[in-house]
C-alpha cells in the first residue's frame, strides 16, 4: 500500500516537474518565451501557441515566418498556418493566405468559429476580413530583393519540372516539353536539372534559410495543442500550400499520448505524414526521440537527402527531436523543470 502512494506521488511529481512545457522549431526563443509566459501563468496551450506563432510572425523570425518572406513567382508573400487541439480533436488552418498578416489567429478562427479545417487562397483572405483583420501588402523592401534578384537570375531555382519556358529568360510563362517536341533536346541539353527536383530542393533549404515555426504547448490542464506559422518557400508556384497547415504532416497533437511538428521540405514531408507517424509511435510505446527517428527514416527511405527536422514531446512533458539534410537540427524548450528557455540540438545521423 505504502508503495502504492509512493508511486502514485513520485509520478505526480515527475508529471508535475515536466509540464506545463512549450518547445518549437528552431532557436526562435523569443516565440518560446511569449508562450511560456501565459503557461506558468496557467494559460491555455491554444493561446499560448497562437501567442508564441504570432511572436514570430511579429518578428519575421529569420525573415522566414510571417510578412515580407519567401515571395513566390509574382514576389507576393503568401502564409500557411494551423492550430490543432489534441483533446478536442479540432483543427484549423489557413493555406496560402494573401495580404493578411496575422496567420496563426486566422487559423485560430477557423477552428473556433467554423466547422472546417482548412481555408485557402484569396477566399480566406476575405474570411480573415469578416473576422476583422486588415487587409495590407505583405511586402517589404526585402522580399521585393528577393524577388528582383531571383528574376535577374534568369527565375532559377524554380520549382518546375519538365517545362519549356516561351522566352530565353527561362522565366515563365511555362508549357509541357514532351519527347516528341522539337524542344526537347534544347531542353535536356541547356535545362537538365529541370528533370529532377534536386536542383531547386538544394537551393531552396538549408539552415540558414528555413521558414517554420512549429510549436507544442502542453498546459496546467494536460491539453496539448500543435501549431504553424510559415511563409514557406521561396519562388513557389502561387498556390502552392505546404506541408505546415496539413494535420499530421505539420503538426499533430492528441493529448492522450502526446504531440509533433514538423519543418523542412515540405512538398517531400507531407507525403508522409510525420507528425501524424510520430504521434502514433508515441501511442505505441515508443519514446518522443525514438517517434521521431522512426517519422525522419521513413522519409529518408524514399528521399535519403531530404532537409527536414521534428520534434515530439509525449503526455509527460518528455520530448525528443530528430533531423536530415544538416548538421544538426535546435529547437528551443520551456517547462516546469527548466523556465529558462534552452536551445538544445539533435545531431542528423
Ligand atoms: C514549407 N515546411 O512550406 C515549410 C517550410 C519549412 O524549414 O519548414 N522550412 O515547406
Redesign the pocket.
Known amino acids: 500500500m505504502r508503495l502504492i502512494i509512493f508511486l502514485v506521488i513520485y509520478a505526480g511529481i515527475v508529471y508535475a516537474k515536466q509540464v506545463p512545457i512549450v518547445i518549437n522549431t528552431w532557436a526562435f526563443t523569443d516565440s518560446t518565451q511569449a508562450a511560456w509566459n501565459l503557461l506558468k501563468r496557467g494559460g491555455d496551450a491554444i493561446d499560448a501557441v497562437e501567442i508564441g506563432c504570432m511572436t514570430c510572425e511579429k518578428l519575421q523570425c529569420d525573415g522566414t515566418v510571417g510578412f515580407g518572406g519567401s515571395p513566390d513567382e509574382n514576389g507576393e508573400t503568401t502564409l500557411?498556418a494551423l492550430l490543432f487541439d489534441g483533446t478536442t480533436m479540432n483543427m484549423g488552418a489557413v493555406g496560402a493566405l494573401r495580404r493578411v498578416k496575422d496567420v496563426i489567429s486566422v487559423a485560430k478562427h477557423v477552428l473556433i468559429n467554423t466547422g472546417h479545417s482548412i481555408v485557402v487562397g484569396s477566399q480566406a483572405t476575405e474570411f480573415a476580413k469578416r473576422m476583422g483583420f486588415t487587409e495590407e501588402d505583405l511586402t517589404t523592401d526585402r522580399s521585393k530583393k528577393i524577388w528582383t534578384d531571383w528574376k535577374n537570375n534568369r527565375c532559377q531555382p524554380n520549382a518546375w519540372l519538365a517545362v519549356l519556358p516561351d522566352s530565353n529568360t527561362t522565366c515563365g510563362p511555362y508549357r509541357p516539353v514532351q519527347e516528341n517536341d522539337v524542344y526537347y533536346n534544347h531542353w535536356t541539353h541547356n535545362y537538365p536539372h529541370r528533370r529532377t527536383r534536386e536542383h531547386f530542393q538544394r537551393h531552396s533549404?538549408s539552415t540558414n534559410n528555413?521558414?517554420?515555426i512549429g510549436m507544442i504547448a502542453i498546459d496546467a490542464n494536460g491539453k496539448i495543442v500543435a501549431g504553424t506559422s510559415?511563409n514557406?518557400?521561396s519562388h513557389k508556384i502561387p498556390g502552392r500550400v505546404?506541408?505546415?497547415p496539413i494535420p499530421g504532416a505539420?503538426g499533430y497533437a492528441d493529448s492522450k499520448f502526446g504531440a509533433a511538428s514538423a519543418?523542412?521540405?515540405?512538398?517531400i514531408?507531407m507525403r508522409f505524414l510525420p507528425s501524424f507517424l510520430a504521434v502514433e509511435e508515441l501511442r505505441r510505446g515508443s519514446t518522443p526521440s525514438q517517434a521521431a527517428w522512426t517519422a525522419i527514416n521513413r522519409i529518408k527511405e524514399y528521399y535519403p537527402s531530404f532537409f527536414g527536422g521534428i520534434i515530439v514531446v509525449n503526455k509527460q512533458g518528455e520530448y525528443g527531436a530528430a533531423c536530415n539534410g544538416m548538421d544538426s537540427f535546435p529547437f528551443s524548450v520551456a517547462s516546469q523543470a527548466n523556465e529558462k528557455v534552452t536551445v538544445k540540438r539533435v545531431t542528423c545521423k
Open positions: 500557411d533549404f528555413h521558414d517554420t510559415t514557406g518557400m505546404g506541408d505546415s505539420g519543418t523542412g521540405d515540405g512538398d514531408m
